[in-house]
């Protein structure tokens, strides 16, 4: 059934359940008579299911504020329509298995999808949270008298703050020209020869949503 449980019905007054029918044994929780029909007996069975609707795994790709988001189902229905819990988007539904929608700000969507096939139709949801994408602000390079061997003492102990300026939920990466990661924080001071290091910033929910900057 839609809910994942299994009914049975014999010629009788009630339906028989399985509440976890991929468990094992006595933790499949059978239940003998759980449903009352009331007045009503179960004579010819219960009307089929379309098996399809239990694959409807569904894939979103671009989830930072400002994206074209996109979605992919796994089914394969007849006709699938979407209401992306957005409407102050101006533009909260679609139609079509992969649709995409650019959300109207950052925060959590609810959104649902209904999937038809032949007469039957199903509706699903899904939680799909758009996180802010952090802005990398820069700083100024660095400089220091270098020693006869060319390297200097930089101080590093300002920068993370003035890449970050005081916005919520952000951290901050560190890599070196050859795009291999740094200590995070920077080594204060910093013993090093001239180099581009590159800062990237992002969302500690996504680390999709991300900006960078570079400093020497």
């Not at 409807?56 to 930072?64: A, M, S």
């Not at 699938?80 to 992969?98: H, I, L």
């Not at 013993?191 to 570079?214: G, M, P, Y």
């Amino acid at each position: 059934a839609p809910n994942h449980k299994i009914y049975l019905t014999h010629i009788k007054y009630s339906l028989d359940v399985i509440n976890e029918p991929n468990e094992p044994g006595s933790l499949s929780d059978f239940e003998s008579n759980a449903i009352s029909l009331e007045n009503n007996t179960a004579k010819l069975g219960l009307p089929t299911f379309m098996q399809t609707f239990f694959l409807r795994e569904l894939i979103v790709e671009n989830t930072c504020f400002g994206d074209e988001t996109h979605f992919f189902l796994e089914n394969n229905f007849d006709t699938v329509s979407w209401n992306f819990g957005d409407p102050n988007s101006g533009s909260n539904t679609a139609v079509g298995e992969n649709p995409t929608h650019i959300f109207s700000a950052p925060g959590s969507y609810q959104v649902t999808y209904q999937g038809t096939i032949g007469n039957q139709v199903q509706s699903f949801t899904k939680d799909v949270i758009i996180s802010e994408t952090p802005i990398a602000y820069s700083i100024l390079d660095l400089a220091e008298c270098p020693n006869q061997d060319g390297e200097a003492f930089f101080d590093t102990s300002g920068i993370t703050n003035q890449i970050i300026n005081h916005q919520q939920n952000a951290v901050v990466d560190y890599y070196d020209e050859n795009g291999e990661a740094l200590p995070v924080p920077l080594p204060n001071p910093l013993l090093s020869t001239t180099q581009k290091i590159t800062a990237r910033i992002s969302n500690v929910n996504n680390n999709q949503c991300f900006d960078e900057t570079t400093f020497h």
